[in-house]
């Protein structure tokens, strides 16, 4: 790739965020007045959070935006890539499993939507054959484990597809965990897809690759524009979304965008690192598994409410501080993670 070719990627990438920004800047308050004039507003659950209980009634499905800028703004900016469809139709199939739920819930006026087992279906059925289409259909570099530091990489042959399923079901179920308060996941969201940004762009290209000593993958600099584009999506969809929000992703946002972020990982080879620069993804997820294997094997609660964030709501932290905080932690993640990279080319250079 010469400098140019990797000149037009910056560019383009600065394009796309921007695009995906004024698209969604422009398409949400229709969302909101088309869905407020039809009386379609987010249920709130009865055992959540009390002072939650306000929100009833505030728009939601405005994950339709973020995935609007998104697509359009892909459409406009990337070239013709087979990883960057991949992870368009990650962000267009799951996006329709939320909504089929968001829709659900609207509908019967109810927090209940789709039954999990549907959704886990769904999001099984399409990591699945990801992992079987990269298993067999992809480079040599599928069917491996890469960890930053540790050398070479572990070969796990068929395993593969159930280690993919694993990092993009729990992705897009963890950023919809995520997705309870005012901007928080739109927020979080942005930080890491801003970080598997960069990483794309540099795996993308060998010598930044090579200096790095991470996997080459060419053509993932087109997927850093498919990045570029929802860091821009969530940026406009966070001018409504900000305490207070005028309008709720929903599921049709947040399982969209777990689901692209597992599946950009996933191709560029940094499922592990996610763990890191997804970390409150992986608290958000993990509190929920504590307090119900604890309940049900104590009949006690370990956190006064999960996800985590809903704990220390009830532990007396204003609803923005606790987004806030979460974002600095998600940043001091994202810096932790990137140094791992950084530590991986001093150590296997």
Same mark, same amino acid.
């Given at each position: 790739?010469?400098?140019?070719?990797n000149?037009?990627i910056?560019?383009?990438?600065?394009?796309?965020?921007?695009?995906?920004f004024?698209?969604?800047?422009?398409?949400?308050?229709?969302?909101?007045?088309?869905?407020?004039?039809?009386?379609v507003?987010q249920?709130?659950?009865?055992?959540g959070?009390?002072?939650?209980?306000?929100?009833a009634g505030?728009?939601t499905?405005?994950?339709?935006?973020i995935?609007?800028?998104?697509?359009a703004?892909?459409?406009?900016?990337?070239?013709?890539?087979?990883?960057?469809n991949?992870?368009?139709?990650s962000l267009?199939?799951l996006?329709f499993?939320?909504?089929?739920?968001?829709?659900?819930?609207?509908s019967?006026?109810?927090?209940r #939507?789709?039954p999990?087992?549907?959704? =886990?279906? @769904?999001? &099984?059925?399409?990591? $699945?054959? %990801?992992?079987?289409?990269?298993?067999?259909?992809?480079?040599?570099?599928?069917?491996?484990i890469y960890v930053?530091i540790?050398?070479p990489?572990?070969?796990i042959?068929?395993?593969?597809?159930g280690?993919?399923?694993?990092?993009?079901?729990?992705?897009?179920n963890?950023?919809?965990?995520?997705?309870?308060?005012?901007?928080?996941?739109?927020?979080?969201?942005?930080?890491?897809?801003?970080?598997?940004?960069?990483i794309?762009?540099v795996?993308?290209?060998?010598l930044?690759?090579?200096?790095?000593?991470i996997p080459?993958?060419?053509?993932?600099?087109?997927?850093?524009i498919f990045?570029?584009?929802?860091?821009?999506?969530?940026?406009?969809?966070?001018?409504?979304?900000?305490?207070?929000?005028?309008?709720?992703? #929903?599921?049709?946002?947040?399982?969209? =965008?777990? @689901?692209? &972020?597992?599946?950009? $990982?996933v %191709?560029?080879?940094?499922e592990?690192?996610?763990?890191?620069?997804?970390?409150i993804?992986?608290?958000?997820?993990?509190s929920?598994?504590?307090?119900v294997?604890?309940?049900?094997?104590r009949?006690k609660?370990?956190?006064?409410m999960?996800?985590?964030?809903?704990?220390?709501?009830?532990?007396?932290?204003?609803?923005?501080?606790?987004?806030?905080?979460f974002?600095?932690?998600?940043i001091?993640?994202?810096?932790?993670?990137?140094?791992?990279?950084?530590?991986?080319?001093?150590?296997?250079g």
């Amino acid at each position: 790739m010469t400098p140019m070719t990797n000149w037009g990627i910056t560019v383009r990438m600065v394009f796309s965020l921007v695009t995906a920004f004024l698209i969604c800047l422009a398409f949400v308050p229709w969302l909101i007045q088309h869905f407020a004039d039809r009386d379609v507003g987010q249920a709130i659950r009865r055992e959540g959070v009390k002072a939650h209980r306000s929100k009833a009634g505030i728009p939601t499905m405005g994950g339709l935006a973020i995935i609007l800028g998104v697509a359009a703004s892909t459409f406009v900016w990337t070239k013709q890539s087979t990883l960057v469809n991949i992870a368009l139709v990650s962000l267009l199939f799951l996006g329709f499993l939320g909504f089929i739920d968001d829709y659900l819930k609207v509908s019967k006026k109810n927090s209940r #939507g789709l039954p999990p087992r549907g959704k =886990l279906f @769904g999001q &099984i059925l399409f990591s $699945s054959l %990801l992992g079987i289409y990269l298993l067999n259909g992809g480079d040599s570099s599928y069917g491996k484990i890469y960890v930053p530091i540790l050398q070479p990489a572990f070969d796990i042959n068929f395993a593969y597809v159930g280690f993919v399923i694993i990092v993009i079901v729990g992705c897009s179920n963890a950023v919809n965990l995520t997705d309870g308060l005012d901007g928080l996941a739109a927020g979080v969201v942005g930080v890491v897809t801003l970080c598997y940004a960069g990483i794309a762009y540099v795996a993308g290209h060998a010598l930044g690759a090579n200096h790095l000593n991470i996997p080459p993958v060419p053509g993932a600099g087109e997927l850093a524009i498919f990045c570029a584009a929802i860091v821009g999506a969530c940026i406009g969809f966070l001018w409504f979304n900000s305490h207070p929000a005028s309008i709720f992703m #929903g599921d049709t946002g947040s399982l969209a =965008l777990g @689901g692209a &972020i597992g599946t950009v $990982s996933v %191709l560029i080879h940094q499922e592990v690192l996610l763990v890191i620069i997804g970390g409150i993804f992986v608290i958000e997820a993990v509190s929920v598994i504590i307090q119900v294997t604890s309940f049900k094997l104590r009949r006690k609660r370990v956190f006064l409410m999960s996800p985590i964030h809903h704990h220390f709501e009830l532990a007396g932290w204003p609803e923005s501080k606790v987004v806030i905080r979460f974002w600095i932690i998600t940043i001091m993640f994202a810096l932790t993670g990137l140094s791992l990279l950084g530590l991986n080319a001093v150590v296997n250079g």
